[in-house]
């Protein structure tokens, strides 16, 4: 059995033992993986924010932080990564709980180095099959649903209202959000709402922080037959294939400063000029920016062209996270479980009501994005035709006492709002700073400490 040539995987191996560590580094690296080793889980969790890894096989005894407060905090860099831990075999029982903390595999001591690969593959598959699923749900609601924007709360229906408005006209839009809290998806809703995609109109999307410096010119503006070593024919930028449509930029804060000089000139003078050429090409596509980041703090830092700033600035619009608009989640877990069933061929009726509970107190520090690979991954591994706890990952789970130990979800929504309040305002017994952590008004916390009926609203 060996590694897939075509697409090698990524692995990342941490072990405290070098003759371990390099022995299973080696072997992997034969096997055509890219490997990349290391001795401690500080280490491990460093090479994480740098490099996208496909598989981590950690060690759950190591000095310092130890395997499984590895694999919590790797999941929480990296929720796409599958985590292979290895334990000996007194200590089994520790395996069996990383599992149901989120680890997708484990090893005992001593290693088998045939059976490491077998695992390795198998979880490869796995990839694979999120891969494809998730491939095949774009191609197969490109067109039915790519534009439709899940969610009834007052705060999603201030952004449907603005996008509803902005879209039949020629305006730049920014639209700011925590990564995961659907700002394609956004893009997508206010080309369809603009009737631009009639003709030659077309939705075109770039990340320019998947982008290399040295190659994100050439995919925005295209060039001319000769411009560099390769250039054998002319090749038109995304702005002249998307016509009148909307081109997407998505992460504009990543990118680089020479490219924003020319990409303010495609805002005022509606042309581009492709490398290597000497005439300018008119476009007139309309220009849809998104950031994770705070453009106004990266133009003080000069790390963002004001000017630039202040054509995309036209209108704005901000996504809140979900965490900020829990009562939309029963809705989006629905429309995620159709959509993902129809793909897998699965017959899942829903959540069951302690998994919603649960679903409804998580954190969500990754947002829509995050919720939609928990409900992934459950319908993977779950057997029924209800997704029950325990087919999510431990900490998908409220912390402390549960607020939603009732069934009516109004009231559920309601006692952890009331939890919240009360968390930051012990953190910050002055109001107008508890205001400001809450992102709220202070008279809309002084609302909200009567409608829960908090006790004396104080000073």
Same mark, same amino acid.
């Not at 040539?5 to 390099?22: M, W």
């Not at 080309?191 to 109109?201: D, L, P, R």
């Given at each position: 059995?060996?590694?897939?040539?075509?697409?090698?995987?990524?692995?990342?191996?941490?072990?405290?033992?070098?003759?371990?560590?390099?022995?299973?580094?080696?072997?992997?690296?034969?096997?055509?993986?890219?490997?990349?080793?290391?001795?401690?889980?500080?280490?491990?969790?460093?090479?994480?924010?740098?490099?996208?890894?496909?598989?981590?096989?950690?060690?759950?005894?190591?000095?310092?932080?130890?395997?499984?407060?590895?694999?919590?905090?790797?999941?929480?860099?990296?929720?796409?990564?599958?985590?292979?831990?290895?334990?000996?075999?007194?200590?089994?029982?520790?395996?069996?709980?990383?599992?149901?903390?989120?680890?997708?595999?484990?090893?005992?001591?001593?290693?088998?180095?045939?059976?490491?690969?077998?695992?390795?593959?198998?979880?490869?598959?796995?990839?694979?099959?999120?891969?494809?699923?998730?491939?095949?749900?774009?191609?197969?609601?490109?067109?039915?649903?790519?534009?439709?924007? !899940?969610?009834?709360?007052? =705060?999603? %229906?201030? &952004?449907?209202?603005? #996008? $509803?408005?902005? @879209?039949? *006209?020629?305006?730049?839009?920014?639209?700011?959000?925590?990564?995961?809290?659907?700002?394609?998806?956004?893009?997508?809703?206010?080309?369809?709402?603009?009737?631009?995609?009639?003709?030659?109109?077309?939705?075109?999307?770039?990340?320019?922080?998947?982008?290399?410096?040295?190659?994100?010119?050439?995919?925005?503006?295209?060039?001319?037959?000769?411009?560099?070593?390769?250039?054998?024919?002319?090749?038109?930028?995304?702005?002249?294939?998307?016509?009148?449509?909307?081109?997407?930029?998505?992460?504009?804060?990543?990118?680089?400063?020479?490219?924003?000089?020319?990409?303010?000139?495609?805002?005022?003078?509606?042309? !581009?000029?492709?490398?290597? =050429?000497? %005439?300018? &090409?008119?476009?007139? #596509? $309309?220009?849809? @920016?998104? *950031?994770?980041?705070?453009?106004?703090?990266?133009?003080?830092?000069?790390?963002?062209?004001?000017?630039?700033?202040?054509?995309?600035?036209?209108?704005?619009?901000?996504?809140?996270?979900?965490?900020?608009?829990?009562?939309?989640?029963?809705?989006?877990?629905?429309?995620?479980?159709?959509?993902?069933?129809?793909?897998?061929?699965?017959?899942?009726?829903?959540?069951?009501?302690?998994?919603?509970?649960?679903?409804?107190?998580?954190?969500?520090?990754?947002?829509?994005?995050?919720?939609?690979?928990?409900?992934?991954?459950?319908?993977?591994?779950?057997?029924?035709?209800?997704?029950?706890?325990?087919?999510?990952?431990?900490?998908?789970?409220?912390?402390?006492?549960?607020?939603?130990?009732?069934?009516?979800?109004?009231?559920?929504?309601?006692?952890?709002?009331?939890?919240?309040?009360?968390?930051?305002?012990?953190?910050?017994?002055?109001?107008?700073?508890?205001?400001?952590?809450?992102?709220?008004?202070?008279?809309?916390?002084?609302?909200?400490?009567?409608?829960?009926?908090?006790?004396?609203?104080?000073?």
């Amino acid at each position: 059995m060996s590694a897939r040539k075509s697409q090698p995987a990524s692995i990342l191996v941490v072990d405290d033992e070098p003759l371990i560590r390099d022995s299973l580094g080696e072997y992997l690296q034969q096997e055509g993986f890219g490997v990349i080793v290391c001795g401690s889980g500080e280490e491990a969790l460093e090479l994480a924010k740098e490099h996208r890894f496909d598989i981590a096989i950690c060690d759950v005894n190591l000095p310092g932080i130890d395997g499984i407060d590895v694999l919590q905090r790797l999941l929480e860099i990296s929720p796409e990564t599958f985590v292979m831990l290895i334990t000996a075999y007194a200590h089994v029982e520790n395996a069996v709980e990383a599992l149901r903390r989120g680890a997708q595999d484990f090893l005992t001591k001593p290693i088998i180095l045939e059976e490491v690969l077998r695992k390795i593959n198998r979880l490869l598959t796995m990839r694979d099959l999120m891969q494809e699923n998730q491939w095949l749900r774009r191609e197969l609601h490109r067109e039915e649903d790519s534009d439709a924007i !899940v969610g009834k709360s007052a =705060a999603m %229906e201030r &952004v449907y209202d603005l #996008a $509803r408005r902005v @879209a039949p *006209t020629r305006s730049t839009v920014l639209i700011l959000g925590e990564s995961g809290t659907g700002k394609e998806v956004l893009a997508r809703y206010i080309h369809k709402q603009s009737k631009f995609e009639s003709g030659n109109g077309r939705f075109l999307a770039l990340n320019c922080a998947a982008i290399p410096n040295e190659l994100i010119e050439n995919q925005l503006f295209g060039h001319r037959k000769g411009s560099f070593t390769g250039a054998d024919r002319d090749q038109d930028g995304i702005f002249v294939h998307a016509g009148t449509g909307s081109v997407f930029l998505d992460e504009i804060g990543e990118m680089p400063l020479a490219t924003q000089a020319k990409l303010l000139r495609v805002i005022e003078q509606k042309e !581009v000029l492709p490398v290597g =050429a000497n %005439e300018p &090409v008119p476009v007139e #596509a $309309r220009i849809i @920016a998104a *950031t994770n980041k705070d453009l106004a703090r990266e133009v003080e830092q000069h790390h963002f062209r004001e000017d630039l700033y202040y054509r995309l600035n036209v209108v704005t619009l901000k996504l809140p996270p979900l965490r900020e608009r829990r009562e939309d989640i029963p809705q989006l877990v629905s429309f995620l479980l159709s959509r993902h069933a129809k793909t897998m061929g699965k017959r899942i009726a829903g959540v069951n009501h302690e998994a919603m509970q649960m679903l409804l107190g998580n954190r969500w520090k990754g947002n829509v994005r995050e919720l939609d690979n928990v409900l992934q991954r459950a319908m993977i591994f779950g057997e029924g035709t209800l997704i029950t706890p325990a087919d999510l990952p431990p900490d998908v789970a409220p912390p402390g006492d549960d607020p939603f130990a009732v069934d009516d979800l109004s009231k559920a929504l309601e006692r952890f709002e009331r939890l919240h309040i009360e968390r930051i305002l012990r953190q910050n017994p002055d109001k107008r700073d508890a205001a400001r952590k809450l992102n709220i008004g202070l008279s809309s916390l002084y609302r909200k400490i009567e409608q829960l009926q908090m006790g004396e609203r104080g000073a």
